[in-house]
């Protein structure tokens, strides 16, 4: 087994339980791409078992903090089995599901959703590369599924040194599913959709929005960055009376439309609008437009910290504009999926776009990803999805 030592006084955040070793903690030692290997302090004492990464600044990814586990199938097995127990315990309303997530779930850089019959799968690290195939085996034999998708089409493979790969990992067929949620149906395709398919973080979210929507009333509502229109099936679900949807995807857009006939609503309760968000809250303030319920579900304006300062302009911005937008009694629900901007400056952003715009309103619920994309109390990275719910004064 290959020894990784640490510089004199890195081992901290391994006593943490903190699964990343970054390059510069690193003292010797050197191993192949995704070779299992020990890590220790520089006193020479255990700290982990991990997957050595010679391309990325994450220079190792911990398996294991127990010295006496192996890291072979078995570890897998039991860590696969171990997430999947915890998903079995959760109130989720959906036969889409997040079963494996990360580093929160002692699998880091492994991304499994389930989507009906179908596994939809990211392996973004050295270390799940190298046991994919295993991997692959002990997921269909967990789910008793046949087929599984690989979107390893993410940017962090580069970063890992690894190229994107698609396609069928295990089985064949067709890409397009339907899943229900909430009683509704939703379709996506996992060769073609974001991430794995679709945005499953944000499922328990489209469901407050549903009943947020039912409990106060609201007709009028702006879905921005619609993407395939959950957030417009929540709200006709909820009894809005005309949802706009928006994206600049035509394809997306032509999914939301579909989804609304799916399950059943009338198409003249909603409108599909291929445009920029920022100029269509523009325009819809000139026009003197206002609605009850506005959506602000935008794309990673901030993959890291260093772009933290830039993203905050833009989500201000629309933000400034949304509030603006609302009317009185309305109901904004923003979300930040960047992980440079953490909840307090995401909050802060909020608040200085309500001051611009000369509005006020009360935090109604903060809210997060739902619960089978975890966040551990050791990886305070794992937090990415931040949500504000506020009712417009």
Same mark, same amino acid.
């Given at each position: 087994?290959?020894?990784?030592?640490?510089?004199?006084?890195?081992?901290?955040?391994?006593?943490?339980?903190?699964?990343?070793?970054?390059?510069?903690?690193?003292?010797?030692?050197?191993?192949?791409?995704?070779?299992?290997?020990?890590?220790?302090?520089?006193?020479?004492?255990?700290?982990?078992?991990?997957?050595?990464?010679?391309?990325?600044?994450?220079?190792?990814?911990?398996?294991?903090?127990?010295?006496?586990?192996?890291?072979?199938?078995?570890?897998?097995?039991?860590?696969?089995?171990?997430?999947?127990?915890?998903?079995?315990?959760?109130?989720?309303?959906?036969?889409?599901?997040?079963?494996?997530?990360?580093?929160?779930?002692?699998?880091?850089?492994?991304?499994?959703?389930?989507?009906?019959?179908?596994?939809?799968?990211?392996?973004?690290?050295?270390?799940?590369?190298?046991?994919?195939?295993?991997?692959?085996?002990?997921?269909?034999?967990?789910?008793?599924?046949?087929?599984?998708?690989?979107?390893?089409?993410?940017?962090?493979?580069?970063?890992?040194?690894?190229?994107?790969?698609?396609?069928?990992?295990?089985?064949?067929?067709?890409?397009?599913?339907?899943?229900?949620?909430?009683?509704?149906?939703?379709?996506?395709?996992?060769?073609?959709?974001?991430?794995?398919?679709?945005?499953?973080?944000?499922?328990?979210?489209?469901?407050?929005?549903?009943?947020?929507?039912?409990?106060?009333?609201?007709?009028?509502?702006?879905?921005?960055?619609?993407?395939?229109?959950?957030?417009? !099936?929540? *709200?006709? =679900? &909820?009894?809005? %009376?005309? @949802?706009?949807?928006?994206?600049?995807?035509?394809? +997306?857009? /032509?999914?939301?439309?579909?989804?609304?006939?799916?399950?059943?609503?009338?198409?003249?309760?909603?409108?599909?609008?291929?445009?920029?968000?920022?100029?269509?809250?523009?325009?819809?303030?000139?026009?003197?437009?206002?609605?009850?319920?506005?959506?602000?579900?935008?794309?990673?304006?901030?993959?890291?910290?260093?772009?933290?300062?830039?993203?905050?302009?833009?989500?201000?911005?629309?933000?400034?504009?949304?509030?603006?937008?609302?009317?009185?009694?309305?109901?904004?629900?923003?979300?930040?999926?960047?992980?440079?901007?953490?909840?307090?400056?995401?909050?802060? !952003?909020? *608040?200085? =776009? &309500?001051?611009? %715009?000369? @509005?006020?309103?009360?935090?109604?619920?903060?809210? +997060?990803? /739902?619960?089978?994309?975890?966040?551990?109390?050791?990886?305070?990275?794992?937090?990415?999805?931040?949500?504000?719910?506020?009712?417009?004064?």
């Amino acid at each position: 087994m290959k020894v990784i030592t640490l510089r004199d006084g890195k081992e901290r955040s391994l006593l943490r339980l903190h699964p990343w070793v970054f390059q510069g903690s690193v003292g010797t030692g050197k191993a192949d791409a995704g070779e299992t290997v020990r890590v220790e302090s520089s006193d020479g004492r255990f700290l982990a078992w991990g997957a050595y990464s010679p391309s990325s600044m994450i220079r190792v990814r911990a398996w294991s903090f127990d010295e006496a586990e192996r890291i072979d199938a078995a570890f897998f097995e039991r860590r696969i089995a171990r997430a999947f127990a915890l998903r079995a315990r959760l109130p989720i309303e959906s036969d889409g599901v997040r079963l494996i997530h990360g580093e929160a779930d002692g699998l880091p850089g492994l991304i499994v959703d389930r989507y009906g019959d179908v596994l939809s799968a990211q392996f973004l690290s050295a270390g799940t590369e190298r046991w994919k195939g295993t991997i692959a085996d002990l997921l269909l034999q967990a789910t008793g599924l046949a087929r599984i998708y690989e979107r390893s089409d993410s940017g962090v493979r580069k970063l890992e040194g690894l190229e994107p790969t698609t396609g069928w990992l295990r089985g064949s067929g067709a890409t397009e599913v339907t899943i229900r949620e909430h009683g509704w149906k939703l379709t996506l395709d996992v060769a073609e959709g974001h991430k794995t398919g679709f945005y499953l973080d944000q499922r328990d979210n489209r469901k407050l929005f549903a009943d947020t929507v039912r409990h106060f009333g609201l007709q009028r509502v702006l879905n921005c960055y619609c993407y395939t229109g959950g957030f417009s !099936i929540a *709200a006709l =679900a &909820g009894g809005a %009376a005309h @949802v706009t949807s928006v994206d600049s995807s035509a394809p +997306a857009l /032509a999914r939301s439309s579909a989804h609304v006939s799916l399950n059943g609503f009338d198409p003249a309760r909603h409108e599909a609008l291929d445009a920029d968000v920022n100029q269509t809250l523009r325009d819809a303030m000139k026009a003197g437009k206002s609605y009850d319920a506005i959506v602000l579900d935008p794309p990673k304006f901030a993959p890291t910290a260093a772009h933290a300062e830039r993203a905050a302009r833009a989500y201000k911005d629309i933000n400034r504009l949304a509030l603006k937008l609302l009317a009185p009694g309305g109901m904004l629900f923003t979300f930040s999926c960047s992980g440079g901007v953490g909840p307090e400056l995401f909050h802060k !952003i909020v *608040a200085g =776009a &309500g001051m611009d %715009a000369g @509005v006020d309103g009360i935090i109604y619920a903060r809210v +997060a990803a /739902a619960p089978d994309h975890p966040q551990t109390i050791v990886f305070p990275e794992g937090e990415y999805l931040k949500g504000l719910v506020i009712l417009k004064s």
